[in-house]
Each structure stands twice: as C-alpha cells, then as structure tokens.
C-alpha cells in the first residue's frame, strides 16, 4: 500500500493508475431514498439523484458481504495500533480507520491527507457558564482538519469515488469551505501525479476571507458568480454535463459517507456510548443527513443499543428548514414526503425575492439540498429543529472561544441552539450532549474582531474582550493591568 512506501514524503493520496481497470468492491451500490421507488444504481454511475423519481440516493452496502466487525471495540484496536506511528495510510485517517462502516473502495484506492485526526473536548467549563452538568457537555471540534472545517471528511470520500472514475476536473458550490477542502485535495492529488483540477463556485462577496484565502493559495480556479450560494449550486448542477465537472457537493452521496465518520469518532470519544443529544448547525444539511444514517446503520448492524436524539440548528436569517419543519409541519414520513410543500414554499422564497443573510456564512443557504435526507434523519433520531438569532450565535462562538479551542460563526450556532433548547426545557441540564463545532476559528477573524472591539452597545455581545489602547510606558501598562 502506498501509505506504507517511504518514497512518499507528504501525505500521501493513494497512488492508483488511471485507466487502469477499477474493480468496485461488489457489495456497495447506490439507491434511492424512497422506499417506494428503490431503484438501485452501480457505484460507477455517475448521476446525482435517481432517474426514476428525481430523490436523492445513499451509498448502501449488502452487509452480508462486506461483513463490518461485530463490535465497535475492533477500532479500538486498530487505533492504538497506528498511535505513535508516523502513518500516512488509512490506519492514521480519521475516516479511513472507519472504513469498514463505508465499504465503498477498495484500500489501494483511498484518498488521504490525514483528515479526521480531531478531538472529542469534555467542556465543563463551558457546561458550568450555560447551566449544565459537569461531565455531560461535548464539544467535537472539527476545526483540526487538514483544511480547517469538517468538510475534509466528506472530501477523503468523494475523492476516492473521483479517481475511482478517472475524474480530473472537481468543482463545487461553496459557502467557502468545501472549495477550501476541495482545492487541498485536488492539489494533493495533482502532486501525487494524478493530474485534477479543482473549480470552485462562490457567491460574490459572500465568503469569510480565511475561507477564500485558502482556495486562492491552494491554486482551485476560484469563479465569484454574481449571486448567493444557492445560485451558485443551481449553476453547477445544470452545468456540470456541459462543462464536464464531477460535483463534490453534499448532493455526492459518497461525501456523506466520508461524513458519516464524525459521529464514529463522537462516540469513540464517549467509550462507545451513545449520548443523548448531538447537535449540528444545518446549512445544506450534509451532517444532518449523514449523521442520522451513520446512527441507524449502526443500530441496525446491532453495534449501538440505542440512538441518540438529533437538534438542528438554523440561523433565524436562513431558516428554511425550520419553517418548513416547525410551520408547515414537513415530514419524511416513511418517505411519503411532501415535495409539494417544499417547492410551493420555494415559489413563495422566490416570489417575496427573499435570500439567506446570517453572520454564520457557512449555514447562509435558503435551499439545502440534502432537505429531504435530513428530513428523514430527524424522522429517524426524533429530532429536533431550531433557530436562532445571529447575535447569539456569536456569543456561541465566544465561549467556544473562550472555553474551547474557538470556532466559526456556524459552529457556534450549536452552542446558541443548545442554550435555546435548555430554555425552553427540551434538553435537560443532566443530558448527555454533543455540541458538532464545523469549523476552525481563524475561518473568519473578521466577525471575530468586530463582535469583540465593535462599540454596539454590550447587551447586544455578551462576552465581549476588546483590546486596551495603553501609551508605550511602563506605568500607563501598570495601571491598565490593574483595571
Ligand atoms: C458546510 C458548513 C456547515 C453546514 O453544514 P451542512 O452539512 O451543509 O449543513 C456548517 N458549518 C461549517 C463551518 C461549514 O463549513
Ligand atoms: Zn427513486
């Protein structure tokens, strides 16, 4: 395995020739989430919702075959094994040590870049500021990624599916990070000698400058469309056969695989216990969907007892998913959905000329994609589905900043809707909780500065640390330092 040939000096994309035959492992297929309509795809079929109804598709496996360990405890294991070796191979990835529960590729194809090394934070800290009880609060900070955000996860996957089909043009839509991610990836693949070229759509104006930063310096063809995400991702869905783009949004079924992996390591964190709660900010809703399918699978692979219960969080400025969950009353209900409210709340959307505007960039999306899949995962983990105010997802984001390891305006929105759902009684101070923390903190330096130097009066900011102007004089620190 290439992981393994010293020659290789950085992490390493698993070389695999183009070309050459591919053999796809014959127990992975696609299907269609409706149960109704079950139509089943190869895993080389290149198409990004089923030809016969129009919904979206999972990756599935025939278990029987792939036969995963019978206890999560193997990965225990394999996890102390590759600890303290200088790895570069699957064993060291953090989707890959996983890759039992996405059996899609075969070793010799995976893509890494060493993805998924991140940390599950016991935050009492923070549990005590916001009225929990010690030892029952988890932060899952996603923010340690090659690229910064969680999207490198979902990125492992969807290159190995890429290159599995000789794909050499990637191309998404972006809020900013998965162009971040799509463009580290599609270098590292270009170095390893497999030629990719990585084309990002971001809307103008409308990305956090860490964000749009990275994909410049990663070398993605970086177009700034006139137009927010969600015509940035309608662009590339209608262009994609013309301009022969492979798309690595969540709409890639095999994204969400590699994002199934987050919770993996959630609950390795927890010795393989499930928590009570997991909460999640909801953009185009990629976690949401992946996570509620990682759950049951395990669930039903007999590897968990129970599942947990899931709360998705919607900024109150991109809120559809919370309209349609709490105000239209939108169920998957077995997968009898009703497309006909989403799209005639669409047609409203678009005839009252609204667009998503939230501080949190990363969730400022007004039509998700995997709205259908999330449906169904809150069908699934009885969820739950809240919204919240963009000033206090920023206070989210400054205790995290505080307590933790800092995040990004998005990943604060899980802190936000935590407190909102302790308010309101739906989560209770004892419960055992996972807070999902996207991104990296320095993703968006700007809003950081501005919420804690901006001269709005404090009770907007609770937790404001503004810089203190002292003259270049010993007594003049002196006396600021005892302030
Ligand atoms: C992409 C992103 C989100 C939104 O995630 P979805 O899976 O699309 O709902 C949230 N936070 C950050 C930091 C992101 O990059
Ligand atoms: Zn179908």
Redesign the pocket.
């Given at each position: 395995m290439a992981g393994n040939d010293p020659a290789l000096k950085r992490w390493a994309i698993l070389k695999r020739p183009y070309g050459a035959p591919l053999p796809m492992t014959d127990h992975a297929f696609q299907h269609c989430i409706i149960p109704a309509c079950g139509q089943s795809y190869a895993v080389d079929d290149v198409l990004f919702a089923c030809r016969k109804c129009g919904a979206l598709l999972d990756v599935r496996y025939d278990w029987d075959l792939a036969r995963p360990p019978d206890t999560l405890s193997f990965f225990d294991a394999r996890r102390a094994a590759a600890t303290g070796r200088p790895g570069t191979g699957p064993d060291s990835s953090g989707v890959w040590r996983f890759r039992e529960l996405l059996p899609f590729a075969r070793d010799d194809d995976l893509a890494t870049i060493g993805e998924g090394r991140t940390l599950l934070q016991q935050a009492d800290e923070l549990a005590a500021a916001i009225g929990i009880k010690p030892g029952r609060l988890f932060l899952q900070y996603?923010g340690f990624n090659p690229s910064g955000?969680?999207?490198d996860n979902g990125m492992a996957a969807a290159f190995t599916i890429a290159r599995r089909l000789g794909k050499r043009r990637v191309a998404c839509a972006s809020?900013?990070?998965?162009s971040a991610s799509l463009a580290l990836y599609a270098h590292h693949t270009a170095a390893a000698g497999q030629q990719m070229e990585a084309v990002v759509f971001v809307g103008g104006g409308k990305i956090a400058l860490g964000?749009l930063a990275q994909a410049l310096d990663y070398g993605a063809r970086t177009l700034q469309i006139e137009g927010d995400f969600d015509t940035c991702m309608e662009l590339i869905q209608r262009s994609a056969h013309r301009l022969d783009l492979y798309v690595m949004n969540?709409v890639n079924p095999f994204r969400l695989e590699g994002?199934k992996t987050i919770i993996y390591r959630v609950l390795e964190g927890l010795n393989w216990e499930v928590p009570d709660w997991i909460i999640?900010?909801?953009?185009?809703?990629?976690?949401?969907?992946?996570f509620g399918k990682a759950l049951v699978e395990l669930r039903d692979l007999g590897l968990i007892d129970r599942l947990p219960r899931l709360a998705?969080i919607n900024a109150e400025g991109a809120n559809t998913l919370y309209e349609l969950y709490n105000d239209h009353h939108i169920r998957f209900d077995g997968g009898k959905v009703g497309h006909h409210t989403a799209d005639a709340y669409f047609a409203m959307i678009v005839a009252e000329g609204r667009s998503a505007r939230t501080v949190?960039s990363?969730?400022e999306?007004g039509r998700?994609v995997?709205l259908i899949k999330?449906l169904r995962s809150l069908e699934w983990l009885s969820g739950v589905v809240e919204q919240v105010a963009d000033e206090v997802i920023l206070d989210g984001k400054a205790l995290v900043g505080r307590y933790g390891y800092g995040?990004?305006?998005?990943?604060g929105?899980s802190i936000a809707g935590l407190r909102r759902l302790l308010d309101t009684q739906v989560i209770s101070p004892t419960d055992r909780v996972v807070c999902i923390l996207?991104?990296?903190g320095l993703?968006d330096p700007q809003v950081t500065v501005a919420y804690h130097t901006d001269r709005r009066p404090p009770a907007a900011r609770a937790f404001p640390n503004p810089p203190v102007a002292v003259a270049a004089d010993i007594e003049a620190i002196e006396s600021a330092l005892s302030k």
């Open positions: 996603e955000s969680f999207k809020t900013g990070n998965t964000k969540s994002q999640v900010p909801g953009g185009n809703l990629g976690n949401s969907s992946a998705i949190a990363a969730i999306i998700p995997n999330a995040c990004e305006p998005a990943s929105a996207t991104g990296h993703k």
